[in-house]
C-alpha cells in the first residue's frame, strides 16, 4: 500500500469514529445508526408503574373500613320470657274473642223464655259490658303476641311493652293469690300466672343490653 492510499484510507474511516464530546455523550454499546423513525429499533423502552401508584379506586392512604361486629347471641332466658308472653297471648286473646262473641249474642239470649226463666230480668248493659271488657282483653292479648314477637330480635320498645304488660299480668294475678274475705284457698291457676309474669319481667328488667336495636 502506498503512502497515498495509506492516507486517503485513514481519512475516510476518521469520520465514521466519533471524537471528542461526540464520543463522551455517546453511551457504550450503543449502535451508530439508530434506524429510521418508526423502526423497532427506535421505539423508547417500556417504563415500569410508579411504585406509589395507589391501589384500584382508592385514593392514596385510604383504608378500608372494618367489618361490623357479628351479633350477639340471644339468650335463652329473653327466648323464653318471649315464648311465655305469646302463649300467654293467645290465650288472653281468645278470652277477649268470647267475651265479644257474648256481647254480641246477649240481647237475644236475654229476650229469650229459657232466660228469663233462670235468671230473671237482666239488664241489656250487660251485654254492652261484656263488648267492652271483650275489646280491652282482645287488645291486651294482641299486645302480649307482638311484644313476644318483637322481643325475639330486640326491639327496644318490646322491652318497654313487655314490662308494661308484666306488671299488668302480676297485678291481675294476686287478686287470685290473696285469700279473699271467705277464707277461699289460692287458685293454681292464678299462681302459675303469677310465676310466669315475674318471671318475664325480671328477665327484660336484667337483659337490657340484648333490646338495643
Known amino acids: 500500500m502506498t503512502a497515498g492510499t495509506s492516507s486517503g484510507y ?3 474511516h476518521s469520520d465514521a469514529i466519533p471524537t471528542g464530546a461526540a464520543a463522551l ?7 451508530h445508526d439508530p434506524g429510521p423513525p418508526g423502526s423497532a429499533s427506535a421505539q423508547p423502552p417500556a417504563q415500569p408503574p410508579p411504585a ?12 378500608p373500613p372494618a367489618p361490623p361486629p357479628p351479633m350477639p347471641e340471644r339468650p335463652g332466658p329473653v327466648t323464653a320470657a318471649a315464648v311465655i308472653l305469646i302463649a300467654l297471648g293467645v290465650i288472653v286473646a281468645l278470652f277477649g274473642a268470647l267475651s265479644l262473641f257474648a256481647g254480641a249474642v246477649f240481647p237475644s239470649v236475654a229476650d229469650s223464655p229459657e232466660f228469663r226463666e233462670q235468671f230473671g230480668d237482666v239488664s241489656e248493659a ?3 259490658l ?3 271488657v271483650g275489646v280491652i282483653v282482645l ?5 302480649e303476641v307482638l311484644t313476644g314477637i318483637f322481643a325475639l330480635s330486640g326491639r327496644a320498645w318490646s322491652r318497654i311493652s313487655g314490662l308494661i304488660v308484666a306488671v299488668l299480668g302480676i297485678l291481675f294475678s294476686l287478686l287470685g293469690v290473696l285469700p ?5 284457698g289460692v287458685s293454681f291457676v292464678f299462681v302459675a300466672l303469677l310465676a310466669a309474669y315475674g318471671y318475664v319481667a325480671w328477665v327484660l328488667a336484667s337483659r337490657g343490653w340484648w333490646f338495643s336495636r
Open 10 to 12: 485513514l481519512r475516510l
Open 25 to 31: 455523550e455517546r453511551p457504550p454499546n450503543e449502535p
Open 52 to 63: 406509589s401508584e395507589p391501589g384500584w379506586g382508592y385514593p392514596p392512604g385510604y383504608v
Open 126 to 128: 250487660l251485654g254492652g
Open 130 to 132: 261484656f263488648l267492652v
Open 139 to 143: 287488645a291486651y292479648g294482641m299486645m
Open 180 to 184: 279473699g274475705e271467705d277464707g277461699a
